[in-house]
């Protein structure tokens, strides 16, 4: 007596079953009946902790606070001093002064696209151009700072000869390290472009 071989229950002669096809086909007509609900969903995936968001804003708001503290009183201290304790360098301090305020102005700027940033982060719309936008300042805010502080490196090493050696190398090691920091951000910047158009492709074919 032949044996008959059981089938699988989703196949008929090698071809799925009519209940197969259609659950099949309705899986996919509930993912494709509500696209704003997937893009809902991928949204708050991407987001970041409310709380991770709050903290982060409040230590923005402390460094900015700081900064500004730092340019209109403990900077003009400084330098006020400085020029009385060493009167050969006193023509400069005013020069000086103004370059490091505005080097501070441009990391208050900075912190500000930060803000920005982590805002759109929580509400889970970083991958959009408009995140670019505020990357761009950051861009341009540490670029500048970075052109400052090695000015400021060549003027007082080579230019004013300025003793101790300490503030033209501290000079030289802010540059440097705002140059590491530009290169960084610049391709963390190019990561975010191509997160970004992956995204605008996904939204597409939803």
């Known amino acids: 007596m032949a044996i008959e071989q059981p089938q699988h229950p989703r196949q008929h002669n090698?071809?799925?079953?009519v209940r197969s096809r259609h659950n099949e086909s309705a899986a996919l007509g509930d993912l494709g009946d509500d696209p704003s609900a997937v893009q809902q969903a991928a949204d708050s995936d991407s987001g970041i902790?409310?709380?991770?968001?709050?903290?982060?804003k409040v230590a923005l708001v402390v460094f900015i606070a700081m900064s500004v503290a730092a340019q209109v009183l403990a900077l003009p201290l400084v330098?006020?001093?400085?020029?009385?304790?060493a009167p050969q360098y006193a023509p400069y301090a005013t020069g000086y002064l103004l370059a490091v305020i505005a080097a501070l102005a441009c990391f208050e700027i900075g912190l500000v696209a930060v803000w920005k940033l982590a805002s759109l982060s929580g509400r889970g719309i970083v991958f959009t151009h408009d995140s670019l936008i505020w990357v761009d300042i950051i861009i341009a805010c540490v670029s500048i700072a970075a052109i400052i502080a090695l000015a400021l490196f060549v003027h007082t090493?080579?230019?004013?000869?300025?003793?101790?050696?300490?503030?033209?190398?501290?000079?030289?090691?802010?540059?440097l390290g705002l140059f590491a920091m530009l290169l960084l951000i610049i391709v963390l910047r190019a990561l975010l472009v191509s997160a970004t158009a992956q995204r605008d492709e996904l939204q597409a074919v939803i």
Not at 14 to 17: I, N
Not at 79 to 85: G, V
């Open 14 to 17: 090698g071809k799925p079953s």
């Open 49 to 56: 902790s409310p709380v991770v968001i709050v903290v982060l």
């Open 79 to 85: 330098a006020r001093r400085s020029a009385q304790d």
């Open 157 to 175: 090493a080579f230019i004013a000869h300025l003793k101790p050696l300490a503030v033209p190398l501290g000079a030289l090691l802010v540059a």
